[in-house]
């Protein structure tokens, strides 16, 4: 374990609620502790076990903060790896900051944005991997990418990643010792079995790699523009899925003029909804610049839900609609199937990936409506517990490590040297164990913890 000094934060968001927590890790957590607590039984904090929590009462030179619950994790078995003490108290913002200035007084510094889980990466309690996976999984605003950062901190990635690593160990020794050391008879490589090993980390690292996109998604959302023509019912649609009344909705055409925006939950992914303006060719200079902002919004969009009145024949508006559409990553949604239909899906199969039927009456997103969603952004099959490159600076690596694999593979196949063969491997082995922190600069290790909240 790594030897470090004494540190404090408040562990939970700041502002006022039920309960509050004060988090110290380090050598002088115990005695920190013993300092500002009077326990109820008479024992000391320091001689509490690990896992186990004591009542008692805080204080600071001015006399009693609160009651507190303190719990006690005992190095290694705690999350940083230390002697780690959780002090709960009543959640006020006076009170929380009170107990950190009492800690601070008392043997402890006030801890760095993300310095827990920086010790716990130290520590060797988890890999970089793991650690950039605890932020993921503070932020995660759905449920599948929260699914997917619990699967990262348990170690889906790593473990992936530290197969291949064995693998290029294994043979990037063999082959050094065989190059080194001729004179020891050392048995050759066979190259059939290195070129078919090299062949499936390289696969595995080309497919982690491709991970990133659907990751991404997963992570941040899916940028998705809803457009029609005016009274085709968008803003219907737009209240459906976001549950609330958000846009307005009438007959007169060109009510929508600027930009309606929410974020909402469907299929257990998160998207981000933007209403727009009807697309007609009006005579309102405001309302024609709505219209401009809705096609540009069309362009750049993750996903467009392209709405169509069933009830109507197609209008001039609609085919402008379709031709914006035609190219992109668009779902034409043929509304008010409630009504009697005189629209055909075959219209509109040249130009959109996939139509569907629906009716925005209604109080819940209709489950096609949530399946087409999904698949429509390549999410249908999305296994949450798989390996998954989640950043830029782990696809950075696992592109790096895919290179020089495909390097090593091309030198093998044209008969080059085992030599050539052998730089490439071991240049693969580095950026891998960049990946995982086991050889990342101290610059790497600082950006990745910055993103962190204090306290954590």
């Given at each position: 374990?790594?030897e470090m000094?004494?540190?404090?934060?408040?562990?939970?968001p700041?502002?006022?609620?039920g309960?509050g927590?004060?988090?110290?890790?380090g050598?002088k957590?115990l005695?920190t502790?013993?300092?500002?607590?009077?326990?109820?039984?008479?024992?000391r904090?320091?001689?509490?076990e690990?896992?186990?929590?004591?009542?008692?009462?805080a204080a600071?030179?001015?006399?009693?903060?609160?009651?507190?619950?303190v719990?006690?994790?005992?190095?290694?078995?705690?999350?940083?790896g230390?002697?780690v003490?959780?002090l709960?108290?009543h959640g006020g913002v006076y009170?929380m900051?009170r107990l950190?200035n009492?800690?601070?007084?008392?043997?402890a510094r006030?801890?760095?944005?993300?310095?827990?889980t920086?010790?716990?990466f130290?520590?060797?309690?988890l890999?970089l991997?793991q650690?950039?996976?605890?932020?993921?999984?503070?932020s995660?605003r759905?449920?599948?990418?929260?699914r997917?950062a619990?699967?990262?901190?348990?170690?889906?990635?790593?473990r992936?990643?530290?197969?291949?690593?064995d693998r290029?160990?294994?043979?990037?020794?063999?082959l050094s010792?065989?190059i080194?050391?001729?004179?020891?008879e050392?048995?050759?490589v066979?190259?059939?079995?290195l070129?078919?090993a090299?062949?499936?980390s390289?696969r595995t690292l080309?497919?982690?790699?491709g991970s990133?996109?659907?990751?991404r998604?997963v992570?941040d959302g899916?940028?998705?523009v809803?457009?029609g023509?005016p009274?085709v019912g968008?803003s219907?649609?737009?209240n459906?899925?976001?549950g609330?009344?958000?846009?307005?909705?009438?007959?007169?055409?060109g009510?929508t003029r600027?930009?309606?925006?929410d974020?909402?939950?469907c299929g257990?992914?998160v998207?981000?909804?933007t209403?727009?303006a009807?697309?007609?060719?009006p005579d309102d200079p405001?309302?024609?610049e709505g219209v401009?902002?809705?096609?540009?919004?069309?362009?750049?969009a993750?996903l467009?839900?392209?709405?169509?009145d069933g009830?109507e024949?197609?209008?001039?508006?609609?085919?402008r609609?379709?031709?914006?559409?035609?190219?992109l990553?668009?779902?034409?949604?043929?509304n008010?199937?409630?009504?009697?239909?005189v629209?055909?899906?075959?219209a509109?199969t040249?130009?959109f990936k996939r139509v569907l039927?629906?009716s925005a009456?209604g109080?819940?997103i209709?489950?096609p409506?949530?399946?087409a969603?999904?698949?429509m952004v390549g999410l249908?099959?999305?296994?949450?517990?798989?390996a998954?490159?989640?950043?830029t600076?782990?696809r950075?690596?696992?592109?790096?490590?895919?290179?020089e694999?495909?390097?090593a593979?091309e030198?093998l196949?044209?008969?080059?040297s085992?030599?050539?063969?052998?730089?490439?491997?071991?240049?693969?082995?580095?950026a891998l164990l960049k990946?995982?922190?086991k050889?990342?600069?101290?610059a790497?290790?600082d950006s990745?913890f910055s993103?962190f909240?204090v306290g954590?």
């Amino acid at each position: 374990m790594v030897e470090m000094d004494t540190i404090a934060a408040i562990a939970t968001p700041l502002g006022t609620g039920g309960i509050g927590v004060v988090r110290i890790s380090g050598p002088k957590a115990l005695t920190t502790a013993d300092r500002i607590v009077r326990l109820a039984n008479g024992k000391r904090v320091s001689s509490l076990e690990g896992y186990t929590c004591a009542y008692g009462i805080a204080a600071d030179r001015e006399g009693p903060i609160d009651e507190v619950i303190v719990t006690v994790f005992r190095a290694p078995r705690s999350y940083t790896g230390e002697d780690v003490v959780e002090l709960s108290a009543h959640g006020g913002v006076y009170l929380m900051d009170r107990l950190l200035n009492a800690c601070c007084e008392n043997g402890a510094r006030p801890a760095l944005a993300g310095e827990f889980t920086k010790r716990a990466f130290l520590n060797g309690k988890l890999d970089l991997t793991q650690a950039e996976a605890v932020i993921d999984l503070i932020s995660a605003r759905g449920g599948q990418a929260a699914r997917a950062a619990l699967s990262a901190r348990g170690g889906a990635l790593y473990r992936c990643v530290e197969k291949i690593v064995d693998r290029l160990t294994h043979f990037a020794a063999h082959l050094s010792a065989w190059i080194d050391y001729p004179e020891e008879e050392i048995e050759a490589v066979d190259s059939r079995t290195l070129h078919d090993a090299l062949l499936e980390s390289l696969r595995t690292l080309d497919s982690l790699a491709g991970s990133y996109e659907t990751g991404r998604l997963v992570r941040d959302g899916i940028e998705t523009v809803i457009v029609g023509r005016p009274n085709v019912g968008k803003s219907s649609l737009m209240n459906l899925m976001t549950g609330m009344k958000r846009s307005i909705v009438s007959d007169i055409p060109g009510t929508t003029r600027d930009l309606v925006s929410d974020t909402v939950l469907c299929g257990g992914f998160v998207f981000h909804l933007t209403d727009t303006a009807g697309i007609r060719r009006p005579d309102d200079p405001i309302e024609r610049e709505g219209v401009a902002l809705a096609l540009e919004q069309v362009e750049r969009a993750q996903l467009v839900l392209a709405v169509f009145d069933g009830s109507e024949p197609l209008t001039e508006d609609d085919r402008r609609v379709m031709k914006a559409c035609r190219g992109l990553n668009a779902l034409a949604l043929i509304n008010k199937a409630d009504l009697a239909q005189v629209l055909n899906a075959e219209a509109f199969t040249s130009d959109f990936k996939r139509v569907l039927c629906i009716s925005a009456r209604g109080e819940d997103i209709p489950k096609p409506l949530t399946k087409a969603l999904t698949e429509m952004v390549g999410l249908g099959a999305f296994d949450s517990s798989a390996a998954i490159v989640a950043n830029t600076r782990q696809r950075a690596a696992v592109t790096e490590a895919a290179g020089e694999l495909r390097e090593a593979v091309e030198a093998l196949e044209s008969g080059v040297s085992y030599d050539a063969v052998a730089v490439c491997i071991e240049r693969a082995l580095d950026a891998l164990l960049k990946l995982t922190g086991k050889r990342a600069s101290q610059a790497v290790v600082d950006s990745v913890f910055s993103r962190f909240c204090v306290g954590k």
